[in-house]
């Protein structure tokens, strides 16, 4: 039997071009197509190109359909070491993506053995990282550490963009779970420097940045970051970099405390999830929907574990992860048989740093959830010992996100929050985010929470709106000044450049993009505003309004910050909004009723 040349080149083409628009599907039926025509006509390279093809299109964690069968038919049909190399390679990643790394793990040896009898590094490159991905349990860290250092010693003098990717994937991966800070920045440094190279390694430096962002408490760089992966990634043909977008749309909007967008999220999770039987995907998105507040839909996720499904789960890449995000959601939603199983099984594993597959979200520590599980199951001496643990864990890395979000969750004893008692929280965190009601949620800064503090700081005390809107807040106050500044407001701008300029500093030497570019663009902000509202030789230019300025600035600023507070702590909003008075003289009068013990720093 014969087949058309040109019509099996025409397939190929027209896969390719289906790969190029995202469309996964489409590519991998003309792949499979091209792929039978290649076999019968035997044409080995034809059909190899073919079935690599539609592995190339496989997305993470999705079933792999026929997929591996096709690997394996031409696998078993070849002898040249470098081919079968790539297949089994190829294979491997298919099984692992699939969720079956046992399946994987002889294709990965045999892999790295014919690639070592080639001597090619750039096929022994991609036969490691194969290894890798197959290798990739908790149990496993050792095996992880050693063979992403030769991946390195291969990679590190090869000019193919792709090798060197792995290989500081590999090491980035590495480096994460060791909470190495200085290597985590020195390979996400690496992967920026070869996105001007590759748009597939700027995608991966895009992504992994955001990581890293969030991790250390900053939120402002996710919206142009995530615009730069998303548009690296469609120029790149990744096959699964939609739903990495999407998870760094999700996990920013959590992290900042925007509700709306974290459910739309959790609600892209579940689905996916549910049309792929994705495990790993449905644990995350009872995490996405417990910080959406919507305990509702992550008790109904929760409720799939029950029975024997976390003992079934496989120890692979996702194993961590999975228990994580279940243990969290179950805490969340009182699921106490959850939080028993999830417990037993997550106990061995303290001390352990829990990212997404390839550190696209770092999730904490297992200090972290283990510590509010013992406390939630009685066992306080243990809870307290994971809980400072934890705590200085992230303060060793610099996560005040995660250190508040724990610091707020348990009392020092490490007794579990009532829901109803505890201290009021209404304060700044290092890493600019706020701690708002009980116990504490963080959300993204609004610069009403600085004049909402300082009345409940002077209760009973009027306080004029002008002394609010120059009273340090730190951030750039040109709608209640116009075009006047007092010199308290003026001071603290110019407190506030100092600070840049050293922030600047330490983000030049760290080549962090991302915060050069936002404390520049603040910086330029404060010196427009210095030019603006001051005269000849630095002193305050002067206007009779400025009062009145003053007085809407701070009534808009207080009322954009109450609704935001709604959306938190209903119960604090509304004894804010009784107790709290605007006007060109402010101030804060409780009732005598209104205990608050109050968390102000």
């Given at each position: 039997m014969s087949t058309d040349p040109s019509a099996t080149a025409d397939l190929f083409a027209r896969a390719?071009?289906?790969?190029?628009?995202?469309?996964?599907?489409?590519?991998?039926?003309?792949?499979?197509?091209?792929?039978?025509?290649?076999?019968?006509?035997?044409?080995?390279?034809?059909?190899?190109?073919?079935?690599?093809?539609?592995a190339s299109v496989q997305v993470f964690g999705s079933e792999p359909g026929k997929v591996p069968a096709l690997l394996y038919d031409v696998l078993a049909r070849t002898t040249d070491d470098g081919s079968r190399s790539r297949l089994a390679a190829a294979l491997a990643r298919c099984w692992v993506y699939a969720g079956q790394a046992a399946r994987a793990a002889p294709f990965a040896d045999e892999a790295v053995e014919r690639a070592q009898r080639v001597g090619d590094p750039g096929l022994t490159a991609d036969a490691l990282d194969a290894a890798l991905a197959v290798h990739w349990g908790p149990d496993?860290?050792?095996?992880?550490?050693?063979?992403?250092?030769?991946?390195?010693?291969?990679?590190?003098?090869?000019?193919?963009?792709?090798?060197?990717?792995?290989?500081?994937?590999?090491?980035?991966?590495?480096?994460?779970?060791?909470?190495?800070?200085?290597?985590?920045?020195?390979?996400?440094?690496?992967?920026?420097?070869?996105?001007a190279e590759s748009p597939r390694a700027l995608f991966f430096a895009a992504s992994r940045r955001q990581m890293l962002d969030l991790m250390r408490g900053r939120t402002d760089t996710a919206t142009h970051l995530q615009e730069v992966a998303a548009a690296a990634g469609e120029r790149s043909r990744l096959a699964d970099a939609w739903m990495v977008v999407k998870a760094m749309a999700c996990y920013s909007a959590a992290q900042s405390g925007d509700v709306e967008r974290c459910a739309a999220g959790a609600q892209d999770c579940e689905e996916f999830a549910v049309a792929e039987g994705v495990i790993t995907v449905c644990a995350e998105a009872a995490y996405l929907w417990v910080a959406a507040r919507r305990p509702d839909r992550a008790r109904a996720l929760v409720s799939m574990f029950h029975g024997d499904v976390l003992d079934d789960l496989p120890r692979?890449?996702?194993?961590?992860?999975?228990?994580?995000?279940?243990?969290?959601?179950?805490?969340?939603?009182?699921?106490?048989?959850?939080?028993?199983?999830?417990?037993?099984l997550l106990g061995p594993y303290d001390g352990r740093a829990v990212f997404n597959a390839g550190a696209v979200m770092f999730h904490g520590t297992t200090d972290d959830t283990l510590s509010r599980a013992y406390a939630a199951l009685?066992?306080?001496?243990?809870?307290?010992?994971?809980?400072?643990?934890?705590?200085?864990?992230?303060?060793?890395?610099?996560?005040?996100?995660?250190?508040?979000?724990?610091?707020?969750?348990?009392?020092?004893?490490?007794?579990?929050?009532?829901?109803?008692?505890?201290?009021?929280?209404l304060h700044p965190t290092p890493g600019g985010l706020w701690l708002i009601g009980r116990p504490g949620t963080p959300v993204a800064g609004l610069r009403g929470y600085g004049y909402l503090r300082e009345l409940i700081r002077r209760p009973g005390q009027p306080v004029s709106a002008l002394d609010l809107v120059g009273a340090g807040t730190?951030?750039?106050?040109?709608?209640?000044?116009?075009?006047?500044?007092?010199?308290?407001?003026?001071?603290?701008?110019?407190?506030?450049?100092?600070?840049?300029d050293d922030e600047l500093a330490e983000a030049e030497a760290w080549a962090d993009t991302g915060r050069i570019a936002a404390a520049r663009s603040e910086r330029e902000?404060?010196?427009?505003?210095?030019?603006?509202?001051?005269?000849?030789?630095?002193?305050?230019?002067?206007?009779?309004?400025?009062?009145?300025?003053?007085r809407v600035a701070v009534r808009k600023a207080i009322t954009a910050a109450l609704d935001r507070i709604t959306t938190v702590d209903d119960a604090l909003a509304r004894h804010l909004?009784?107790?709290?008075r605007t006007g060109l003289v402010c101030n804060y009068e409780p009732d005598a009723d209104d205990e608050m013990d109050w968390a102000l720093d």
């Open positions: 390719e071009a289906a790969r190029a628009g995202g469309s996964e599907e489409a590519a991998s039926r003309l792949y499979d197509e091209a792929a039978t025509r290649c076999r019968a006509e035997d044409d080995l390279e034809g059909w190899t190109r073919a079935v690599l093809g539609a496993e860290l050792g095996v992880r550490r050693s063979l992403a250092s030769r991946l390195d010693d291969v990679a590190a003098h090869v000019l193919d963009t792709d090798a060197r990717l792995q290989a500081h994937l590999w090491g980035l991966q590495v480096a994460c779970e060791a909470l190495d800070l200085q290597a985590m920045y020195r390979q996400i440094r690496a992967l920026e420097l070869l996105g692979d890449v996702n194993w961590l992860l999975t228990l994580q995000c279940v243990l969290e959601a179950a805490l969340a939603v009182d699921d106490r048989a959850i939080v028993v199983k999830a417990t037993g009685g066992d306080t001496g243990r809870a307290e010992e994971l809980r400072l643990r934890a705590l200085a864990t992230y303060e060793r890395i610099g996560a005040p996100w995660w250190h508040d979000r724990l610091a707020s969750w348990s009392s020092p004893g490490g007794e579990p929050i009532a829901v109803g008692a505890g201290r009021m929280h730190g951030v750039v106050a040109a709608a209640g000044l116009g075009d006047v500044a007092d010199r308290q407001a003026l001071a603290a701008y110019r407190q506030r450049l100092r600070d840049l902000a404060l010196l427009d505003e210095l030019g603006r509202t001051t005269g000849l030789g630095g002193r305050a230019r002067t206007s009779g309004s400025s009062q009145e300025r003053a909004r009784r107790s709290i």
